[in-house]
């Protein structure tokens, strides 16, 4: 939690924002392959929230994994609400640079917040890399029985994500960095005060 509230008050009081910048230059210079460019976005679309929630009806409806469903979605949806008020707070705005990529990119609004307007979908935290990091982190878990070592191979899903939602001048690299420990919270601290870790290892017996 303190790693967070430390990379938010940099973000807020702009020390990163150089940094931020020269990153962002850097992905706008390099874009323009065909190929890469549509394996970037259809990576950073496969971390939409619809996409996620789909995947998680799935788990719910298969009987042997209806327990895992249920708990990456409670943490998908108060993960998604969560960096709604915290953009609210926040309210830094994204790129000014529009992709020059091979293939156009819409905004998609990822976060939600009630009685809040325009900093909903602003810039930090990133809701994409947030809920990346939960989907790898409870999936893994719950597969570490079987897959003592390969589950570790589902981290590569949020660091991908990150790099896409930079790549496609979506999100700062401090947005996505923030979305990150934002999710390891909500994935170890929130599922374990709620007992939910009780419900993976029943799915894993």
Do not use: W
């Amino acid at each position: 939690m303190l790693s967070f509230i430390i990379l938010t008050l940099l973000v807020i009081s702009e020390i990163t924002e150089e940094f931020d910048q020269s990153v962002i230059i850097y992905f706008d210079s390099i874009a323009g392959n065909p190929e890469f460019d549509l394996l970037m976005q259809s990576i950073t679309e496969i971390g939409d929230l619809f996409y996620m929630l789909f995947f998680g009806v799935a788990l719910i409806i298969i009987k042997r994994t209806r327990r895992i469903g249920i708990t990456i979605m409670i943490l998908l949806v108060f993960s998604t609400i969560l960096t709604g008020y915290v953009k609210c707070g926040v309210d830094r705005e994204r790129p000014s640079l529009e992709f020059s990529g091979t293939f156009p990119i819409l905004l998609e609004r990822d976060t939600f917040a009630l009685f809040c307007e325009g900093g909903a979908n602003a810039s930090f935290p990133s809701g994409h890399a947030a809920r990346a990091v939960i989907f790898a982190i409870i999936l893994g878990y719950s597969l570490s029985g079987r897959f003592p070592r390969g589950c570790y191979l589902l981290l590569i899903y949020p660091f991908l994500m990150s790099i896409s939602r930079v790549y496609v001048l979506q999100h700062f690299p401090m947005d996505v960095i923030g979305g990150t420990i934002l999710g390891m919270l909500l994935a170890g601290v929130l599922a374990k005060k709620t007992k939910l870790y009780k419900i993976l290892e029943k799915s894993k017996s």
